[in-house]
């Protein structure tokens, strides 16, 4: 990459790759796997010329454990991968998340489950993205829906990782990461990254998990002289594993806290016409450019209808959603799946508002005129 701005045209997958290296990333460990295949490609052409490692590791498990390690030796790290690969990374997901080490995850989605339709598109890992791994953890997950956001999302993503020393997770479908789009590629210097806390002051003093204002540790940085432990135990300050009830409830309050505290770094969402929309479409991806461009033909038409997109999936712009439904009566989830993101929808709307899913399983995307035809059939009905 040159020192100017410029523009390409790039694929998704390979978008997502120079946005990763725009990021900082100096690490990626992968294994090849359709519909992704082309980041990992794209890494180990463009890490080798910006002083970073690129390994291909035997599967997805050792991939996900490499990149935790190559975090906690303190470089930005990344791994990307597809269905059958982001189930079996689930368990270091996990680990990564408990013992707050920044890394960023991409699943280029297909058709599933098991091995499904390698070369279809889908949406249905919304809810695995968010619930995959055990227990009661954080995540943040962004849904880019065009090639110059997923350029944009992938360096938010790398930003919010390191601030917040949290798993990020990018979801996209195929059809995106094989779509070819024009990217602006920044000037590096104008670009606004984050690196995380390095741990400062007296070395006696440091505490790997300490509480701090903003609910973010510092890190050890490896040579430093900062003495750490790390474990996927639940554990204390110090780092070392406790089930002390009183120091696990404030550990995995942190956890959640400091989500809650940053929220207003964390959520991003685009909202359309919907100031005075009584129809309100919610998708996410493929699926909110369909609903974008049936949005025009519809509102000619004297449909009120608005279109509001999640970019920040998990977790949900929820204040953000329901100022943007106050005169709302229904409310339409286009979605290429048997109904996840409706799950959501239905939470946060209760009883008041009529929700109605649009979906797709069949590998193939929502196309914008079935969304205009059932806009036309809900304002009849509205």
């Known amino acids: 990459m040159s020192g100017k701005g410029?523009?390409?045209?790039?694929?998704?997958?390979?978008?997502?790759?120079?946005?990763?290296?725009?990021?900082?990333?100096?690490?990626?460990?992968?294994?090849?796997?359709?519909?992704?295949?082309?980041?990992?490609e794209r890494m180990s052409v463009e890490l080798p010329a910006n002083d970073g490692i690129f390994i291909q590791m035997?599967?997805?498990?050792?991939?996900?454990?490499?990149?935790?390690?190559?975090?906690?030796?303190?470089v930005k790290s990344m791994t990307?991968?597809?269905?059958?690969?982001?189930?079996?990374?689930?368990?270091?997901?996990?680990?990564?998340?408990?013992a707050e080490i920044p890394c960023v995850i991409v699943n280029v989605m297909r058709g599933g489950p098991s091995t499904g339709m390698p070369t279809r598109p889908a949406q249905g890992d919304l809810m695995q993205a968010r619930w995959g791994t055990h227990g009661d953890h954080q995540v943040i997950v962004l849904t880019p829906d065009s090639v110059p956001e997923i350029f944009t999302e992938t360096i938010r993503a790398f930003n919010l990782?390191?601030?917040?020393?949290?798993?990020?997770?990018?979801?996209?479908?195929?059809?995106l990461g094989h779509l070819v789009?024009?990217?602006?590629i920044p000037n590096p210097d104008t670009l606004d990254l984050k690196t995380r806390k390095f741990a400062k002051g007296p070395r006696e003093?440091?505490?790997?998990?300490?509480?701090?204002?903003?609910?973010?540790?510092?890190?050890?940085?490896?040579?430093?002289?900062?003495?750490?432990h790390t474990t996927g135990l639940t554990h204390w300050e110090d780092g070392f594993p406790t089930q002390i009830p009183a120091q696990v409830e404030r550990m995995t309050h942190r956890l959640s806290g400091k989500m809650i505290k940053h929220r207003q770094i964390i959520e991003s969402w685009e909202a359309i016409?919907?100031?005075?929309?009584?129809?309100?479409?919610?998708?996410?991806?493929?699926?909110?450019?369909?609903a974008r461009q049936a949005l025009k033909p519809a509102r000619k038409k004297g449909i009120k209808v608005g279109l509001f997109r999640p970019i920040t999936l998990w977790p949900?712009?929820?204040?953000?959603?329901?100022?943007?439904?106050?005169?709302?009566?229904?409310?339409?989830?286009?979605?290429?799946?048997?109904?996840?993101?409706?799950?959501?929808?239905?939470?946060?709307?209760?009883?008041?508002?009529?929700?109605?899913?649009?979906?797709r399983m069949d590998g193939e995307p929502i196309e914008p005129e079935e969304i205009e035809t059932r806009i036309k059939e809900l304002a009849k009905i509205g």
Do not use: W
């Open 80 to 98: 990307a991968t597809s269905g059958p690969g982001f189930s079996l990374k689930q368990e270091n997901i996990g680990y990564a998340a408990g």
């Open 316 to 359: 949900f712009p929820e204040q953000a959603f329901k100022d943007v439904t106050k005169s709302a009566h229904t409310i339409l989830i286009p979605e290429m799946n048997g109904g996840q993101l409706i799950l959501e929808i239905q939470r946060l709307c209760g009883d008041a508002v009529r929700l109605v899913g649009l979906n």
């Open 205 to 228: 003093d440091f505490k790997p998990y300490g509480e701090t204002k903003d609910m973010v540790p510092p890190m050890a940085r490896p040579g430093d002289g900062y003495r750490t």
């Open 6 to 40: 410029n523009h390409k045209d790039l694929q998704g997958n390979h978008a997502c790759a120079l946005g990763a290296i725009a990021a900082g990333c100096k690490f990626f460990a992968g294994y090849p796997i359709t519909p992704s295949s082309e980041i990992t």
């Open 273 to 290: 016409d919907c100031e005075d929309a009584e129809i309100i479409i919610c998708t996410i991806g493929i699926s909110a450019r369909a």
């Open 161 to 175: 990782s390191e601030a917040l020393r949290v798993p990020v997770i990018i979801l996209f479908d195929e059809i």
């Open 58 to 74: 035997e599967d997805e498990i050792a991939s996900m454990g490499a990149v935790i390690g190559a975090s906690m030796g303190g």
């Open 181 to 184: 789009e024009t990217v602006e």
